[in-house]
C-alpha cells in the first residue's frame, strides 16, 4: 500500500482499497476476535466472555502495530482473545485449543466466501455503472485481505493461530520450550516480514486460496 502510494500516487483503486482495509479493521476483525471468543465458550473457557472480549465492538479488540500492517501490507492482527487451555475438559484440552485457534482463520475464509461471491454478483450481473464496477472492487479487495489474514494466521509460529493449532500435535514439553521463546519469534517474524522474506511464499499460498474461492464463486454467473 504505501510502496504503492509512492509510486503511482493516489488512484480510484488505491482509495477502495484502503477503505476495504479500514472496513477490515473495524468489522473483520472483530469477527475474527469474536470466533475465537466464542468456540472457547461453547468449549467450556469462558475466559474472554469475563473479559469483554466476546463482543463485536471494535475498540476491544484493536491492536494499534496489527492495524498499521493491514493499512501498509494487507495482513495484521487484532489483540489476542484471552484463553485459559486449563478451563477445557483434561482429556480434550489440545483438540479444543486447536479447534479454537482455527476459529479465526476460518471466519475469515467464510467473509472471504460473502465478499468474493458479492464481487462477482455485482460485476457480472450489475456493473453497469463506474460506481457499480468501484463497489465490486471494494469487495474483491475485502475478500483478498481476508484470505491473507488467514493464510498469515495460519503459520505455525508463536503468537499467530498456527502455533495453538500447533500444540495440538506437537508434544506438551516441546511447544512449552518453544514457547518460552516467543517474544524473539515475534520479532523474528516481523525482521521477515520488513525484509520481504515472506512476501512469496504468502502470496503464493493466498494466490491459490483464492483462485478457488473465486472459481467457486464466480461458477453460478459464468
Known amino acids: 500500500m504505501l510502496f504503492d ?8 483503486e488505491l482509495i477502495i482499497s484502503l477503505c476495504a482495509r479500514v472496513f477490515i479493521i473495524f468489522c473483520v476483525l472483530p469477527i475474527h476476535e469474536f470466533a475465537h471468543g466464542y468456540i472457547a465458550n461453547k468449549l467450556g473457557d469462558p475466559t474472554a466472555r469475563l473479559s469483554g472480549r466476546l463482543t463485536m465492538n471494535p475498540l476491544a479488540h484493536i491492536d494499534p502495530l496489527g492495524s498499521l500492517m ?22 480434550k484440552r ?52 481476508n484470505i491473507s489474514l488467514a493464510v498469515f494466521n495460519l503459520i505455525p509460529i508463536p503468537p499467530l493461530d498456527g502455533s495453538r493449532i500447533l500444540s495440538a500435535v506437537l508434544p506438551d514439553r516441546t511447544y512449552y520450550k518453544l514457547m518460552q521463546y516467543e517474544r524473539y519469534i515475534v520479532l523474528g517474524v516481523f525482521a521477515l516480514i520488513i525484509l520481504g522474506v515472506l512476501d ?17 464463486c464466480s461458477a453460478p454467473f459464468i
Open 70 to 91: 493491514i493499512i501498509l501490507v494487507g495482513f495484521g492482527y487484532a489483540k489476542a482473545v484471552p484463553v485459559n487451555i486449563r478451563n477445557f475438559k483434561p482429556s
Open 94 to 145: 489440545k483438540a479444543y485449543m486447536a479447534i479454537t485457534a482455527l476459529a479465526g482463520p476460518v471466519s475469515n475464509i467464510i467473509m472471504a466466501f460473502i465478499f468474493m461471491f458479492l464481487y462477482c454478483l455485482i460485476y457480472y450481473k450489475f456493473a453497469v455503472s463506474e460506481l457499480m464496477i468501484y463497489i465490486a472492487l471494494f469487495f474483491m479487495y475485502a475478500a483478498m485481505v
Open 5 to 12: 502510494l509512492l509510486r503511482d500516487g493516489l488512484s480510484m
Open 200 to 216: 512469496k511464499p504468502l502470496a503464493i499460498v493466498t494466490e491459490l486460496v483464492q483462485r478457488v474461492i473465486m472459481g467457486i
